[in-house]
């Protein structure tokens, strides 16, 4: 791929203290001709090597080193001007305020999502209309508005397992999907996650940011990889503030978003697994039409919050019906339409009325009062 390509020969620092996933993430770097630095075990010996190699492009930190935390490298990595991202299995609120902008990948994370998460610290040229318009809510934006949001908005690829918001954190960034797909994921006190929602193209992340919230409840994790458009919190609020009919639009997503959540709880607590499974697939597929998906068994039991065994056992139901085709990291869409008629009920009505609610002029002022009658009490 082109971010492989893109950082041939540059070195790039690793810093994990589990000796297998450096050794994996290490071997993988260097079979495409990156230069890697370490691995490094210890915030000490990563500052040692930061120190002795003025080459340096970049790192991947793992965030806890037995009992000490990365962060100091961080800091200085910062202060050096160095991309960096983050890969763990603890939980994103560890980050410092003064890290929270910086991508954080959950373990395993692949090589080539390090490479791209590294690549988005690059520099990277404007964005034009027509990209612009991949995503559907930017779409419906009159033009004239759209061109002046364009330059603040910047072109990035997000890999799978990309953390791009944490619950009960600062919203820092708003991201536009072009063909990636984002899982809105309630996280219970005991750490137990199951999926409420879907974000993709139809629409965006950060909406509450327009009702002057700038706080989200939920993960946002990014579940099928591919591109979008990313800009600042605060330059989104400021275009918001000004531009009627962003506010508008976003609106209307935030209140669609808010259909599909309830219809995923009325899935989780009618629907057998095969039907749920169907719904959801059938949603990821109208999100990234026309292309197979790179997702675990492991991880779509988590989006369904269900057991791996019963994810296994609908993925056959399915396969065999010949609508899908499965194997061991990617799932095929054979028969969309198919797939719709075996998800039934539980898929349909979310969809229609994000297209009711988008289409809507948006010029279109309050409905008229409606006069009420009421019926007199004998």
């Given amino acids: 791929m082109a971010a492989l390509q893109s950082l041939s020969g540059i070195s790039i620092l690793v810093v994990e203290d589990d000796y297998q996933i450096a050794s994996d993430l ?35 930190l793992d965030i806890r080193l037995n009992d000490e935390n990365v962060f100091p490298v961080a800091d200085e990595l910062k202060r050096l001007g160095l991309p960096y991202v983050f890969a763990t299995g603890f939980e994103p609120d560890l980050v410092p305020a003064r890290h929270a902008d910086k991508m954080l990948l959950r373990k395993p994370a692949e090589p080539h999502a390090v490479i791209s998460v590294l690549l ?20 419906r934006l009159p033009e004239n508005i759209l061109e002046l949001i364009l330059p603040k908005l910047r072109h990035i690829f997000l890999p799978r397992g990309a953390v791009l918001e944490q619950s009960n954190h600062l919203i820092d960034k708003v991201y536009f999907p072009i063909d990636c797909v984002g899982s809105l994921i309630v996280v219970g006190r005991e750490g137990s996650r199951v999926e409420t929602g879907l974000v993709g193209r139809e629409g ?32 989104f609020i400021a275009f918001a503030r000004t531009a009627a009919e962003l506010r508008i639009l976003v609106r209307r997503f935030s209140r669609s978003l808010g259909v599909q959540v309830s219809y995923t709880a009325l899935a989780n607590a009618k629907f057998e697994i095969r039907q749920r499974l169907a719904r959801w697939l059938v949603m990821v597929h109208d999100r990234v039409p026309g292309r197979s998906f790179q997702l675990t068994h492991d991880y779509l039991a988590i989006m369904l919050g ?8 609908a993925l056959h139901l399915l396969e065999g019906e010949k609508l899908i085709r499965s194997t061991r990291m990617n799932i095929e869409i054979r028969d969309h339409q198919r797939l719709i008629a075996a998800a039934g009920e539980a898929y349909g009505e979310p969809e229609a009325e994000y297209e009711r609610l988008m289409e809507i002029p948006l010029a279109t002022g309050l409905p008229p009062v409606q006069s009420v009658r009421i019926a007199a009490v004998n």
Avoid at 205 to 230: K, N, R
Avoid at 306 to 313: A, I
Wanted: aromatic share 2%.
């Fill in 26 to 60: 290490a071997l993988e770097l260097r079979s495409v001709d990156i230069d890697v630095v370490g691995p490094a075990a210890t915030v000490e010996d990563a500052l040692d090597l930061i120190g002795s190699r003025p080459d340096l492009a970049g790192a991947v």
């Fill in 120 to 139: 988005q610290a690059l520099p990277s040229g404007s964005v034009s209309i027509e990209q612009a318009t991949g995503n559907k809510l930017l779409a």
């Fill in 204 to 235: 965006m992340t950060g909406a509450a940011l327009v009702e002057g919230d700038a706080y989200t409840p939920y993960e946002l994790i990014t579940q099928v990889e591919g591109d979008a458009l990313v800009m600042t919190a605060s330059d």
């Fill in 306 to 313: 269900v057991r791996r065994s019963s994810v296994t056992d």
